[in-house]
């Protein structure tokens, strides 16, 4: 029988395999800025593309084709009239009354400036949705725009996946898009585009359909591999063998059960429960001060920031501590009232990740600080990781207890 080094050696030694090494997309200008170009900066180059006023000259033309793209790829009629005296105004992070911000917002306005139309539009790159998000959109829209015949929100992702969080009742209809569409849009109109224009247009293109490729043919190569049985084990062989945060986090549980670590930092010895969530979301309670109002508790934290995927933690991501209190139901207002009753009492953090949380459970963000970026996942990272840990909890688990007990005494 094979051994598993000749199997590893027999995949390497593959052409698919070499083809994998060599799959780098072509030279990609939007590629330049992938750290910035996320959710908002893609809302603000489409927010200008949209607006009929701006300097690129389309008018409403790349609107309009947009929402024929979207009435192509979802089979649905949206009987949006446009005519010569049309305009197309487009904002982007458009605050709601339940404090939460629409990416872009396009109203549609005829000659007397009437709105005729409203169309909310929701990025979602890669991050997941909140709970209950689209909903409150939807609710925004009905209430802002009473009088308004055309009500629409678009949930714009990279692969037209459904929402979770749309009311399907709703007057304001919810329509799943895929980026497909804004890559048909462009190239509707990149023919008549004035030449500066045609370059945005055509980075944009080149952008959304290059990943799409490189997807295609990284997929093709790994299915051609895994016919063959040597090449099977091999990928599986690794897969097994790798490192991941799970492990990292189990090591760290059970430094602290056996009380090798944040035990005895405390001064009343309480005693930890350790819970962890789908192999990445690290959480310590102490029962002396887990629910200090009704339907709130309260956890000690290690979370990733910059999750938009929501994966698992991995090299090269940074990892931070975090006081939270997460809520049921619609204890928001307690969560956030026990928070203003505790924040004076614990240290000043100079960190703020609250943006950049991976949780997608009801929560306030108590207390932030201290971070680590991932090296190993090995014995380092366990190590540099309960270092974070105790740091955070001598910081604050003693004011919490203190504030804590003094609110149930009242």
Known sequence: MISDTDCLNGLI?????????????????????????????????????FRSDESHKLGCELFKAWLNAIEKESKQ??????????????????????????????????????????????NKINAGEQPDQLADYQHWIIEKYPKVDKRFLFFLTPDGRLPETADKNSKCTVLPC?????????????????????ILLKAMIDHLE??????????????????????????ALICSHCPNYASVLEQIKEQ??????????????PIPDVRIYNRKFFEIYFEEIERPFKDVWLAFCLSKLDDPQHL???????????????YYNSANERAESFKSKVEAKLPQSSDDYSTRCDYTDKYVIVWEGG????????????????????????????????AITGLKKK
């Open 13 to 49: 030694a593959t052409r698919q395999w070499g083809e994998l090494q060599n799959l780098k997309p072509q030279f990609d200008l939007l590629k330049l800025f992938d750290d910035a170009i996320v959710e908002n900066s893609w809302s603000r180059i489409l927010a200008y593309l």
């Open 178 to 198: 895929s980026y497909k569409t804004v890559c048909s849009a462009c190239k509707f109109v990149l023919q008549s585009a004035e030449p500066h224009v045609g």
């Open 210 to 235: 290059g990943e799409a490729i490189v997807e295609k043919k990284a997929a093709a190569f790994i299915a051609e591999l895994f016919l063959k049985e040597e090449h099977r084990r091999a990928l």
């Open 256 to 269: 602290i059960e056996e009380h090798k670590a944040v035990y005895s930092l405390l001064p009343d010895k």
């Open 371 to 402: 971070n680590y970026k991932l090296r190993d996942l090995g014995s380092a990272d366990v190590k540099e990781l309960i270092k974070l840990l105790e740091n955070g909890l001598t910081s604050t688990y003693q004011p919490l207890h203190k």
């Open 312 to 326: 698992p933690p991995s090299i090269g991501d940074t990892i931070a501590f975090r006081v939270i209190a997460w």
């Open 77 to 122: 009629t949206l009987s949006i009239s446009f005519s010569k005296s049309t305009k197309t105004y487009a904002q982007t992070e458009r605050s709601t009354d339940e404090q939460r911000r629409i990416d872009i917002l396009v109203t549609l306005k005829d000659e007397s400036e009437t709105t005729v139309g409203v169309f909310g539009i929701e």
